[in-house]
């Protein structure tokens, strides 16, 4: 992880120079204010990247004699079959359809989208986990 956050922090300030370099250079404010965006941006991923590494154990990847089988492990738990993405794709595909045809559709999306959050989150919320 310290090494990802030293690659952001190096990205972060090329970043700030090509944003001061087309700043001056082609005088328009709305890309400039996209590349000192885009710096913030990367320096917050740095800074929290770095502050991180020094709180947790070094990882494989930040070992220079680790082999690749070293960080090798589970990733974590992925749903092998839930339907909720489905809902929310169709209220999301809705409610950008709504922007362009008409807002009325931002009554049929806004439920879609509700049902599918509601169902990913609480997915597999049952059983002796439930609260009363």
């Given at each position: 992880m310290r090494i990802q956050g030293k690659m952001f922090m190096w990205l972060s300030v090329f970043i700030l120079a090509m944003a001061i370099v087309y700043g001056l250079w082609s005088k328009e404010?709305?890309?400039?204010?996209a590349l000192f965006l885009a710096f913030g941006l990367a320096i917050m991923i740095g800074f929290y990247l770095g502050f991180t590494a020094k709180r947790v154990d070094v990882g494989a990847?930040?070992?220079?004699?680790?082999?690749?089988?070293d960080d090798a492990g589970?990733?974590?738990?992925?749903?092998?079959?839930?339907?909720q993405p489905l809902s929310?794709?169709?209220g999301g595909a809705f409610a950008?359809?709504?922007v362009?045809?008409?807002w009325w559709l931002l009554f049929f999306s806004l439920p879609l989208i509700m049902i599918g959050l509601w169902g990913w989150v609480f997915e597999?919320?049952?059983?002796?986990?439930r609260t009363q």
């Open positions: 404010p709305a890309g400039t204010t990847q930040d070992n220079k004699e680790a082999d690749v089988a589970e990733l974590g738990f992925f749903s092998p079959h839930s339907w929310l794709g169709i950008f359809l709504a362009a045809v008409g597999y919320y049952r059983g002796e986990n």
